[in-house]
């Protein structure tokens, strides 16, 4: 990991979620392009299920969408792989984009490096935090990050490149109640696996944490492998993301 010349973007768009992957991808091209260094977003979206690849070409997709919006959330999707997940006020987004000529030849280690620093935060937090998945969790993947070996408490997804990778993570720091309602019937249009008592946070494991103290155990981590600079969303950037933003929009 290196350790200098990293930017922090804090902003969130919880009135229009689907700015969000938006950003992300023109952050991903900005950073392949050389025209940005490797940039962490430390957000909260506020309510979102955000869909992956797969699911916008499920045959369920179209009532997956209207579950959502039937429990008050609206739909995105996302830039990187995996199933449908959900944000809420008490959620996270985390993202990296990050430089690498050759991104597809360093997947796994990313995905080893990073998701270690975020068990390691909530390890610090005082949750029994390990990487790997919990049968019948939502998004499924070797990468998710557990409590106990029982509880889901954050999942992450890649997108690549030429020139550079995107690292993004979904992390409940509370509110897991109305996540595993919400997901329920999302899960049952797309016709896949989900057991609701997988949907976990980190306040469940750790009853008392709050999202800001989330956010500091994160911070501090990232602090550790890179020195960030928190800078405000440039004008430009923040236009092109608007520009593009409907095609993330999730449709009825």
């Known amino acids: 990991m290196p350790r200098s010349g990293w930017q922090l973007l804090r902003e969130a768009f919880p009135d229009r979620p689907e700015l969000g992957p938006s950003l992300s991808r023109v952050l991903l091209e900005q950073v392949a392009a050389g025209q940005r260094p490797a940039t962490v977003r430390l957000s909260r979206p506020g309510r979102v299920v955000a869909f992956g690849r797969r ?3 499920s045959p369920g997709y179209k009532a997956a969408v209207e579950a959502a919006a039937q429990k008050g ?21 985390l993202t990296l984009t990050l430089p690498d000529p050759r991104p597809a030849e360093r997947t796994d280690q990313r995905f080893a490096d ?3 620093l975020v068990r390691d935060a909530f390890a610090d937090l005082g949750a029994d935090a390990r990487i790997g998945a919990v049968p019948g969790e939502y998004c499924p993947g070797e990468y998710s990050v557990n409590a106990g070996g029982e509880i ?5 997804g890649q997108r690549m490149i030429r020139g550079a990778a995107h690292v993004g993570f979904v992390i409940l720091v509370s509110g897991s109640g109305l996540v ?15 057991r609701r008592q997988t949907v976990g946070s980190l306040e469940d494991a750790v009853p008392g944490i709050g999202i800001e103290d989330a956010e500091n155990a994160l911070l501090r981590r990232l602090g550790k492998a890179a020195e960030l600079e928190t800078v405000p969303l440039d004008a430009q950037t923040l236009e092109t993301a608007e520009s593009r933003a409907a095609r993330f929009r999730s449709k009825p």
Not at 74 to 93: C, H, K, V, Y
């Open 73 to 93: 959330f609206p739909g995105m999707e996302r830039i990187s792989g995996g199933r449908a997940a959900a944000f809420t006020e008490g959620a996270l987004s």
């Open 180 to 194: 595993a309602e919400t997901l329920e019937p999302v899960y049952a249009a797309l016709g896949l696996e989900y």
């Open 152 to 156: 889901k408490i954050a999942g992450v």
């Open 114 to 116: 990073w998701t270690g």
């Open 55 to 57: 699911d916008a070409v």
